[in-house]
């Protein structure tokens, strides 16, 4: 059984088991946002979705990870899927994402409907890495 559910605290070591980016401050944000989920399978926390509001009025799906012996079973599309019903739900009507040109990620969110829409460089020394890709999709 898989079930999809807010973040709560109480998800906090699971969380950075999988996300080693995110501040401590901004986990609390997410929590009290509502705008990080996870997936569960059999009563074990398998995967995580966190988004932002890009330009403050589109979600842009931050990270989608599902922990390694939980990948290649769907997981990861139906945490896609969960938060773009709850984004069309609130009445959006594009989502944003992104992911790193060396990251076989983009292939799963074409493969979702999302489409190329533009790239950013980042090579200023201290922050150099691969390009990071944006993908955009509809959802009327």
């Known amino acids: 059984m898989v079930t999809i559910r807010y ?22 944000n997410k929590v009290a946002a509502k705008s990080g989920y996870i997936l569960s399978a059999d009563g074990k926390p398998a ?29 990861g599309t139906l945490l896609l899927d969960f938060w773009e019903k709850e984004m069309k ?4 009507q594009m989502l944003l994402t992104s992911t790193q040109v060396d990251e076989t990620a983009q292939h799963f969110y ?15 020394p201290a922050c150099a ?5 944006f993908l955009i999709k509809a959802i009327p």
């Open 7 to 28: 973040v709560e605290i109480s998800d906090k070591s699971f969380w950075y088991r999988l996300d080693r980016h995110l501040p401590e401050s901004e986990f609390e």
């Open 47 to 75: 995967g995580l979705l966190r988004y932002n509001l890009f330009w403050d009025n589109t979600p842009f799906c931050t990270l989608l990870y599902v922990d390694q012996e939980y990948q290649g079973k769907g997981y």
């Open 89 to 92: 739900q609130k009445g959006y």
């Open 110 to 124: 074409r493969k979702a409907g999302y489409k190329d829409c533009g790239c950013l460089l980042i090579d200023l």
């Open 129 to 133: 890495q691969p390009m990071e890709m």
